[in-house]
């Protein structure tokens, strides 16, 4: 019965996804002058506000395995992450235009469903999609999404501000992506590990990126999508500063423990390694932290884990232990060709 | 000798891409905020614009065929067709996100030469390249951007405004990209062949675009990327009109009566049939044919031709043949699926 690509033609499921924009997204934004089904959309930007662009792509069987996951969650996953780069400078989501790649066997209704995810984590925003395009991929199945943004003139928050001194703090327990699909992909755990659960719906924290920019109280923040070590190292390169970590403050949950010991890895280095996490790294002035906390607590309820501090640069990002001794880290995230 | 990607990783490659922008990239302009580095770029908009967002990709094989285009080519032509779409809203481009899926065995130099391609369209206008990704895609390479534009408030030209009794003039020659394409794939024509020069290196109208939306004068405009036909009926749609043609007034080019007896076609279908070109169909009323003429004129010597005019809506796009004889025309463009 279902309906594909093939079938429905290319502006047949425009016209499917423009009607279900209509009924199922946000309500349309005074500020959006032209919406999809032009060649371009055209919104009036607020005065005394920024405007933040982001883009980020997934492709079939490397960031998202649909065999595991749904269409919907496919989608939710694929907006997350554009919507926490937003949130990690500080910024709210509010237009989004997003280009699908698409085998011509693929049925209408998935990519229907595929929306359905982006809208779940638009709509809490009022935020629309107001653009895009299908074309068709012999091959691999591709999402990609540009997220338009919005933040307080000034109130932008960089990677490139932190300075000697500084704490670092993180949110979460970063690390547990990675540990949630090694589990599944080796069959050690199902849906109902919440490792798994977080790897296949993962939580932005775009609201508290918000609060703690507007707080004005922080040096720099990143989202942790390439691995706390490679984002680290990302704030490090930009901000030209080095960094000590204090091992025994890592806060490995209970769920990463475990997952290591399945995996027979150091949990440790699940900690750091390249994983598409969504916590946020921030850093600010140790008489600061309370206020960054405050920030992040109108609603964040997990924890805000201070791992160490920024160092002068010219010594890496060092990795401190209980027993005195120290070790260099090499800063490596998630690299895509290797 | 040349680097592959997996050789000088994602990391490297994004390395290259940002040395290359900042040395061959338009200078940057003062109200960028936060450039290519960050989880998001940042701008601060311009007091009395709109802001425009278009995104287009481009997948290997199906848009772009490297065994008869340079790197260079393909990456211009990826960027035409989107700042083909600023303009045909009336807006002047400003900023760009690339999202590149590539092979791993791609060299780092040809990559580059694309972005050279990108550069060699934006930097005309002062624009520049704030964002983007790069990721592995096994076996079809795309390119994704999407181009952020500007245009003044109140002056943004869209496809809904045409009204009954206004003309429809048209830029060019419409139907020569596809005829392109066609000799070149059928082995009829080399790369001196105008039309295949056409839809190797095709060139938008983005300022002649912004000129007639400036003029005030037009009612509706559109760019012809899916074919004459295609985008004439999306006009008719969205303005709910009908249209007519006077098919004795198409103005067929003689590289396309030519291609068209090379390729056993009849030229006025090769003119309203599917065919990525990136010409102007613009509507007025009768009154201000010669306001938008002079407005397109500033920077545009080709022809600007009236090939028919705006209906009442109900009989749908008809073509006049000089016999006294028509047909109801069907719209169909460049699908992407069938």
Same mark, same amino acid.
């Given at each position: 019965?279902?309906?594909?690509?093939?079938?429905?033609?290319?502006?047949?499921?425009?016209?499917?996804?423009?009607?279900?924009?209509e009924?199922?997204?946000?309500?349309?934004s005074?500020d959006?002058?032209?919406?999809?089904?032009?060649?371009?959309a055209?919104?009036?930007?607020r005065?005394?506000?920024?405007?933040?662009?982001t883009?980020?792509?997934?492709?079939e069987?490397?960031?998202?395995l649909?065999r595991?996951?749904?269409?919907?969650?496919?989608?939710r996953?694929?907006?997350?992450?554009?919507?926490?780069?937003?949130?990690?400078?500080?910024?709210?989501?509010?237009?989004? $235009?997003?280009?699908?790649?698409l085998?011509?066997?693929t049925?209408?209704?998935v990519?229907?469903?595929?929306?359905?995810?982006?809208?779940?984590? $638009?709509n809490?925003?009022?935020?629309?999609?107001?653009?895009?395009?299908?074309?068709?991929?012999?091959?691999?199945?591709?999402?990609?999404?540009?997220?338009?943004?919005?933040?307080?003139?000034?109130?932008?928050?960089?990677?490139?501000?932190?300075?000697?001194?500084?704490?670092?703090?993180?949110?979460?327990?970063?690390?547990?992506?990675?540990a949630?699909m090694?589990?599944?992909?080796?069959?050690?755990?199902?849906?109902?590990?919440?490792?798994?659960?977080?790897?296949i719906?993962p939580?932005?924290?775009?609201?508290?990126?918000?609060?703690?920019?507007e707080?004005?109280?922080?040096?720099?923040?990143?989202?942790?999508?390439?691995?706390?070590?490679?984002?680290?190292?990302?704030?490090?390169?930009?901000s030209?500063?080095?960094?000590?970590l204090?091992?025994?403050?890592?806060?490995?949950?209970?769920?990463?423990?475990?997952?290591?010991?399945?995996?027979g890895k150091?949990?440790?280095?699940?900690?750091?390694?390249t994983?598409?996490?969504?916590?946020?790294?921030?850093?600010c002035p140790?008489?600061?932290?309370e206020?960054v906390?405050?920030?992040?607590?109108?609603?964040?309820?997990?924890?805000l884990?201070?791992v160490?501090?920024?160092?002068?640069?010219?010594?890496?990002?060092? $990795?401190l232990?209980?027993?005195?001794?120290?070790?260099?880290?090499?800063?490596?995230?998630?690299?895509?060709?290797?």
């Open positions: 019965m279902a309906e594909t690509l093939k079938e429905v033609g290319e502006f047949g499921l425009i016209r499917r996804i423009r009607e279900l924009l009924k199922e997204g946000a309500e349309r005074p959006l002058t032209v919406g999809i089904g032009d060649d371009a055209a919104f009036k930007p005065p005394g506000y920024e405007i933040l662009l883009c980020d792509s997934v492709v069987g490397r960031h998202y649909p595991f996951m749904t269409p919907r969650e496919i989608g996953r694929a907006m997350v992450l554009n919507v926490s780069d937003i949130g990690a400078m500080g910024g709210r989501p509010r237009f989004a $235009l997003v280009s699908l790649g085998k011509k066997d049925s209408a209704g990519v229907e469903d595929i929306y359905r995810g982006f809208l779940d984590e $638009l809490p925003f009022g935020a629309s999609i107001v653009g895009g395009n299908v074309t068709a991929s012999a091959n691999d199945e591709f999402i990609d999404i540009t997220l338009v943004g919005e933040a307080r003139e000034g109130r932008v928050l960089r990677r490139s501000g932190a300075r000697p001194g500084d704490i670092i703090l993180v949110t979460g327990c970063p690390g547990a992506s990675n949630g090694q589990l599944l992909l080796n069959g050690l755990a199902s849906a109902d590990n919440p490792l798994v659960a977080g790897y719906r939580v932005h924290l775009a609201r508290e990126g918000a609060a703690v920019a707080s004005g109280r922080a040096t720099s923040m990143i989202d942790t999508s390439d691995g706390f070590l490679g984002d680290l190292g990302h704030v490090c390169e930009e030209s500063v080095g960094a000590e204090i091992l025994e403050r890592f806060p490995i949950s209970r769920s990463l423990r475990d997952a290591a010991a399945l995996l150091d949990p440790c280095e699940l900690f750091l390694g994983s598409d996490d969504y916590e946020l790294i921030i850093t140790p008489e600061h932290v206020a906390r405050s920030a992040a607590a109108v609603t964040y309820a997990g924890p884990t201070e160490g501090r920024i160092t002068e640069p010219g010594k890496g990002v060092r $990795l232990r209980a027993d005195g001794s120290e070790e260099v880290l090499s800063a490596k995230g998630w690299d895509h060709f290797r």
